[in-house]
Structures are given as C-alpha cells and as structure tokens.
C-alpha cells in the first residue's frame, strides 16, 4: 500500500518541536517531515530541511547572461545601423556599459522570481499537496509521510504524546 | 505558538481582520472617492486626446523650452518611486524591526509611481501613436533605437525598476495572499488561489522564501539607484547650462530619495487614518522616518549648496545666467522650494514632538513633496528658458492642459493605490506576524522591555 501523510496539529512551537523531535528519532527521514506555520521558523527548531537551497547561484549565472544579452543588444545596434553621433566612435563604451548592466539585472531580478518559485514547489496547480489552513489561527502542523502499519501508529503516538490537539491523514505531496 | 512571544498573546483572528480591513470593509466613501477620482482621470484623458488630435501647440512648450511640467511630471513621479522599493529592501537587509508595517504601502508607491511616472515621457512624444519606436525589433523601416541616447538608457532603466518593483511587491504579498485565499471565498477566493501560487507556508517554503526576498532586496538596490542616476542623465549629457554637471546623478538620487521618503509618510498616514490602522502604524514608524527625513534635508540642503558654489564661484556666464533667474523671473519657485525642502522642514523634524505628531510630520512631508517638486520645475524648464543664446529666452508658463494632465496623474496613483488597497492586503500580514512572533517581554529589575530574537542566517541554515 502506498505511504500517505499523517498531518498533526498543535497549539505551540514547543510541541510541535516535540513532536518533529520524536518523528526523527522513529526513525523518519528529514525529507519525509515538515511543518506548516503561518511564521517562519528557523531551521532545526522543528523540522529540518535537508535540500540545499541551489536558485541564488543559477540567479548569478542569469545575471552574466542578461549581461551577454544587453551587450549584445547594444553592440547588434551599433552594427546593424552604425550612426555617427556627435563625431563619436560607432562603437561607443559608456551606453554600453549602461545597457549591459540594466539588461544584466533585469534577468537577476526575472530569475529570482521563476527560479525561486520553481525551488520552492509553487506553480504546480495539479500537484496535490498537503495543505493546513489553520495555521493562520496560530496552529503549527507537523507533517510526515508515513507507510500504513506500524510506522503509523508509531507516528501518530509520537503526536500524540507531544500534545497534538488533531491528527488526521491526507494523500499527497509535502 | 510559543506562550512567551507576543504572537501568543494575539488573537491572531482578530489581528486579521485589523490588518485586513481595507479588504474586508468597504464604505460608501471608498466608492465615492474611486467616483471622484475617476472623473479626474477621465477628464484628463480626454484632454489627452484633445491635445494628440490638436497638436503639442496646445501646451505652454515653445521655443527655447520644449520640456514643460509634463517632462516635471515625469521627474518627480520617478523621483517618488525611488524610496519606496529602496527603504523596503534597506530595511528587510538590516532587519530593522519596525518595518514591517510600512513594507507594503511603501512597495505599492513604487509600482504606482512607476506606472504614472513612466506615461509621461510617451504624453510628451507628441506623435504618441509612434511610441513603438523605441523598441528595438527589426522591422522594414531601417529604423533602430540609438542606444547611445539617454533617453534609450531610461527606457531600459525604467523597464527594469518597473518590473523589479513589481515582482519585489508581489514576491512581498506571495505569504499574505496564501492567508486571503484560506479566509476568503466566492472570486477572491480564486484569484487569491491563482495569485498565491500554491504557497502553504511549509518549512521548506518559508526558507526558500526568505532566501528570495534577501535576493531581491540585494538586486533592487543597485536598480533603484542607477534608475535615478539615468534620470539625471537625460539632463548631464546635455550642454545645458545647469544641466551639464557630474553632481546631478547623486543630486537626482538623494532628491529622489528624499521626496520619497516624504510620499512614504504622507500615504501611510492616509492609509493609517482610513483603514484605522493606529495600532499598527504607530508614532514609532513616523519618528523613525523623519529621522531619515531630518537627515535627507540636511544632505539634499549639502548637494544644492556644493552645486551653487561651484557655479557662483566660477561664474560662467552661462550658468550663472540660469541661477540669476532664480532670483528674477523665477523667485517665487525658488523661494517655495528652498523654504519646503530645508528651512520649514528641517528644524520642525528635529523636534522629536513633532516626528510623532503624525499631522505634524504629515505636513512637514506635505511641505518637501511640494518643495521638491518646485526644484523639479527649476531644473527642468529654467534651465532651457535661460540656454546660452540671449535671443531666445523665453518663460514657460503651463497651460490648462498640462495641468489637467497634472492632476490627472495623481488622480490615477490614487485610483490605483485605493483599488489596490481593495483587492490586495495593504499590510505585510506574515512581516508583522513574524515580528510578533519574535517579541517577547523582559524584566529588569522592575522595569521590562521588548525583546526580539533574530536568528542569523548561517545559524538557520546550520541548524539550531
């Protein structure tokens, strides 16, 4: 049978501390828990988060290439329709270099927004994913995917016994 | 949460519907404020098109000053973009903890004053049906845009400030519009699901999150100034007198900044009246900025100084000619914009009564907006009204139809922020959240203050 998720929520972050201490040590994978909080909470206070956050260094490699393009937008112009300005050099530096940096941060700044929605999951309307509406009350939940058996009954007591006011199971995604 | 932090002690509903209420309650004012607005717009419009279908003779602009109010316009709508976007990123990188309550209106002028700002340049086109030649496609009339023209330079620039103030407002309200969406239904309850991407606020979610607002602040700063930079540009490449100098980049940037901060003020106290936002939008925020203000007048008071004496110094005919007719034809602009902009301003902001007297700083912030945009004036249409050759000289007076055109653009940023206002949270819900949520009180002795914990994003990443 498929696993599922097991979807335990509490009134504060030391339970839920609790309960993201005890699922671990069941043992449960890090990338198989989370929580779900309407505030962010440092890593490690409740859940960990083993992926690496990678976007910010694809944003730097979209920079030299948003610099490629102005560079190239500006240097085609100067090629494609040569005009004489004021007795300067068809090929003048300083525009260039304007052009080159503007373009440059406008591909930052655009991939900034995709990569880092893509990283963080959004944009997948179809992909059903567990979801915990009262966290906007004040409530953490703390998710885990477990298999059906003993490793949910084991789950569910670790809840449990760390204050969970509601446990429940959802199928989808973390 | 937590039985010590200050969130705990919230009810967190009714912190929503406070910070909500300009979504969640909409009085007969509201409509009829959009009417009024509307009307303005609308006339302005249509005087819009009166002057396509006519010609630009219907406006004051005649030879020697072919910039106007309408090239004013567009200073001064750019000028008050600059600090909105710049104080929300300065303030997210320093983690101040106060900020949390202008993020939002501050970010939401920015984008507005962009878009309003932004038309100008396309009103003054004259041939406004020939806008699209600025942009570089190859097409069969050999015509290319000259980069090597300021005014190639500012459309870029003003593209990219325009759509990285937009996604640094969107990314902003990403948390803000998941929350609506859970506590909403009906159309909102759609748009919010479309506009919040999927957000859940999982673990994972919040980290990469934070990760991207710190990303964005870094990358809008380093816009924001070169945005302005350029402005002043469009001006310094030209041998102009008063015009052609190397301080007018730095000069546009503080002035901008300046006038900005002001715009900050005024729209949060609009906002803190309308949508009854006393107990978030406290003295402590206005006091904050007036300091920022304080500073900006002094500085903004050093720059024109520095500008003046080089000028007075030297005394190039050309350019002394210019600053002479500031105190000729062009006096009464000069005096408003030297008594807004430092001599009212500044001692009254050095008073802490009157930092947190919102009224108070609402009219002093009142005082530089108008005041900065006399300078905007000064530097726009004197300048050219004073050009080298004697013969030509000539004042420049607006006529009614710049002036429709004036006040229908802040009739338009109006309508914008109040829809905006109506649709969108117009407070970072999860920003003052969060702050709650990292407040705690403690005692000395038997005293106690706030206390904020603030975790480091090498010890986030490591693991507590």
């Not at chain 2, 030879?63 to 090239?71: A, C, E, K, S």
Request: glycine share 8%; charged share 15%; proline share 5%.
């Amino acid at each position: 049978m498929s696993s599922f998720v097991l979807i335990g929520l509490f009134d504060g972050v030391d339970q839920a501390a609790k309960a993201g201490h005890a699922l671990r040590s069941l043992p449960l994978a890090a990338e198989n828990i989370t929580s779900i909080s309407g505030v962010p909470l440092p890593d490690g206070s409740v859940t960990v988060d083993p992926r690496p956050i990678r976007f910010s260094l694809y944003v730097v490699v979209f920079w030299f290439v948003g610099a490629l393009a102005g560079l190239a937008l500006a240097l085609a112009t100067y090629l494609l329709y040569p005009l004489i300005t004021a007795g300067k050099a068809i090929i003048s530096i300083p525009p260039t270099l304007i052009i080159t940096y503007e373009v440059a941060m406008l591909f930052a700044l655009l991939a900034t927004l995709i990569l880092g929605a893509r990283e963080m999951g959004l944009l997948r309307f179809r992909a059903r994913k567990v979801h915990e509406p009262r966290v906007h009350d004040g409530k953490i939940a703390v998710c885990a995917v477990v298999e059906p058996g003993e490793q949910e009954i084991q789950a569910r007591r670790a809840m449990k016994n760390a204050g969970a006011i509601d446990i429940r199971i959802e199928e989808g995604e973390l | 949460m937590s039985g010590e932090n200050h969130l705990a002690r919230t009810d967190e509903a009714q912190l929503y519907r406070d910070l909500s209420r300009s979504n969640l309650v909409t009085t007969w004012r509201w409509f009829a404020g959009v009417g009024v607005l509307s009307l303005v717009l609308l006339w302005g419009i249509g005087v819009f098109v009166y002057m396509m279908m006519t010609g630009m003779g219907v406006t004051g602009l005649n030879r020697p000053v072919f910039w106007g109010i309408l090239i004013v316009n567009f200073v001064f709508w750019i000028g008050l973009s600059h600090s909105g976007t710049l104080i929300s990123a300065i303030l997210r990188l320093t983690h101040a903890t106060w900020r949390a309550p202008i993020l939002r209106a501050a970010e939401a002028m920015t984008a507005f004053s962009l878009m309003v700002g932004g038309l100008f340049p396309l009103i003054h086109l004259g041939r406004n049906w020939r806008f699209y030649y600025t942009i570089p496609y190859p097409n069969e009339r050999g015509l290319w845009p000259n980069m090597r023209s300021p005014l190639m330079w500012d459309a870029v620039a003003i593209n990219t400030y325009l759509i990285g103030s937009l996604t640094f407002l969107y990314v902003g309200m990403i948390p803000d519009l998941a929350i609506l969406r859970d506590k909403s239904d009906g159309w909102r309850r759609k748009l919010y699901s479309i506009l919040s991407l999927g957000f859940r606020g999982t673990h994972a979610e919040w980290r990469r999150y934070h990760r991207a607002s710190t990303l964005f602040a870094i990358l809008i700063i380093p816009v924001a100034v070169s945005v302005h930079s350029i402005v002043s540009w469009d001006f310094a490449m030209a041998k102009v007198p008063g015009w052609h100098s190397t301080i007018f980049a730095p000069y546009f940037v503080v002035g901008a900044i300046f006038s900005g901060i002001a715009g900050v003020v005024l729209v949060m106290a609009a906002i803190r009246r309308v949508f009854r936002l006393e107990r978030v939008l406290t003295p402590l925020h206005f006091d904050n900025l007036g300091k920022l203000l304080c500073t900006m007048s002094l500085i903004w008071g050093y720059f024109y100084f520095t500008e003046f004496l080089t000028v007075w110094y030297n005394r190039n005919p050309e350019e002394w000619e210019v600053f002479s007719s500031y105190g000729r034809s062009f006096l009464p602009v000069f005096l408003l914009m030297i008594m807004c902009n430092f001599v009212i301003p500044f001692p009254m902001l050095c008073m802490k009564k009157v930092r947190r007297s919102i009224p108070a700083i609402a009219f002093a912030s009142l005082l530089i907006v108008v005041g900065m945009y006399c300078e905007r004036i000064l530097i726009v249409t004197a300048s050219l009204a004073r050009r080298n050759d004697p013969f030509i000289w000539h004042n420049y007076f607006p006529t009614w139809v710049e002036l429709s055109i004036t006040a229908a653009s802040f009739a338009m940023f109006g309508l914008l922020y109040m829809i905006f206002s109506k649709i969108f949270p117009i407070m970072a819900i999860s920003d003052i959240k969060e702050r709650l949520f990292h407040t705690t009180e403690r005692s000395f002795g038997g005293a106690s203050a706030e206390t904020i914990a603030r975790v480091e994003e090498g010890e986030e990443e490591g693991g507590a």
